[in-house]
Each structure stands twice: as C-alpha cells, then as structure tokens.
C-alpha cells in the first residue's frame, strides 16, 4: 500500500506554512524507525474540539495539546489520526519560550511517535519520548 499523509483542519483557521517539507520530514521519521507510513492524517483543531475527543473516547477530563488513534492493519505501517490543538501549541509555546510554529512541530512528532507506539505514561518513557523528540526535530530543515 503506498502512503498518504494529509493535513486537515476542524473549527480553527490553521494551515503549515510549508505542507511538502512537514510531509517528507514526517515520512523520514517514520522510516528511520523502520516503519511504513499508511494512511496517516493530521488534523488541527481548537481545545473544545480535542476535549470532547478526549471525553468521548478516553474518558479524561482533561485539556491536552495532541491525541493519537491509532488504525493500523499492519504491524510495520503506521496508519492513523492525529489530533492537535493549536490553542494548546500556543500556550505551551508561551510557556516553554519556543516559536509557536517549533511548539507545532514538537506536538506532531509527539502524535507520530504515539503511532509508533512509544509512551509517555513513566518517567522512564517520557525521557525516551523526549529524547527521540529532540533528535527529530533536529532533522527538520533550518
């Protein structure tokens, strides 16, 4: 099956100002952890829209800046839907002193390695989820 990566927006005006780059970089990630890329959509919502995500299908109450599902039908390709609130990116990118389109990037790799079915629940996985964050984005074009 050949990939499809897309880019989607729900009740927010939001668009990557550069789609071709984000894709390609997204792909690489995926295939440097000797994976397939399936169907695989991202989509850019407001924080009502991923709470009611969130309370709908994972039962937290809580605001979050990126959901994953994952819809893969093969162990090595990764299909699914990722979830990102771009009210969350830009008050994560004021408080962790970043550029709100770097904060945007850091949530998407975050959702991609969900996929790849790393976890974030220790801090033992979080550190792993971090490290492997930081080394992707380091792969993004400057």
Known sequence: MSSLLQFF???????????KVIHD??????????????????IFC???????????????ETLTDVIAFDYRENEDEVSG???????RAEENALRFNQSFEFE????????????????????ADQSIMTDKEDYYLSLLPQ
């Open 9 to 19: 927006s729900e009740e927010v005006d939001f668009k990557l100002s550069d789609e």
């Open 104 to 123: 945007i990037f850091r949530i998407i790799i975050h959702g991609v390695l969900h996929l790849l079915s790393y976890s974030d629940k220790s801090s």
């Open 81 to 87: 839907d990722i979830f990102i609130s771009a009210e």
């Open 46 to 60: 407001t924080d009502e829209y991923l709470l009611d995500l969130n309370q709908r299908f994972l039962h937290r």
């Open 25 to 42: 970089w997204i792909i690489q990630s995926i295939s440097q952890e000797k994976q397939n890329t399936g169907v695989l959509n991202i």
